[in-house]
């Protein structure tokens, strides 16, 4: 199966950039009142292996979650409940050049590739994120300190 011609495959530069962020749409089939969304991955609508998949449930609006990177591993989010504004930067020295994607419906999503860091923004009090991984969960694999991320961008930026 194909990866989506409009995108150069992940993990093909070194350090990925905001470009490398999609937002990615699933067919939404209604019937008998019930929604259905599939992913599958890899294939032409999705483009990684499903190696791990959770949930997030916010207890309240307003609450922040991700603040973190990851070194190895891809990320695709999607609000299967209410309102989650995920945040995006790949140059910690330009705060402000950040992709902000609004996942209000459960056939949207954002897909992060390592080395972005990630927030999300719980908009609902009852808002629920799935996050799907390409990769089994590896402690070592995360970037929880903003000044980590810095150095980590700055180093891998100069292998590059």
Known sequence: ??????????GSSPLSSLEDVRVLSFPLREA????L???EGPGPDYPLPIA??????AMEAGIVG??????RCSQFLVAVHGRV???ALADPERPDAVCRVLLDSPNLGVLLPPGIWG???YLDPDAVLMVLCDRPYEAADYIRDFEEF???RSSASMVA
């Open 119 to 121: 927030e999300q923004h």
């Open 85 to 87: 504004e995920v945040t």
């Open 150 to 152: 810095r150095a980590y």
């Open 66 to 71: 991700g603040r973190h990177a990851h070194r």
């Open 52 to 57: 791990r998949v959770f949930t997030v449930s």
């Open 32 to 35: 008998a009142g019930r929604r």
């Open 37 to 39: 969304v599939a992913i």
């Open 1 to 10: 199966m194909a990866v989506p011609t409009a995108y150069p495959p992940l």
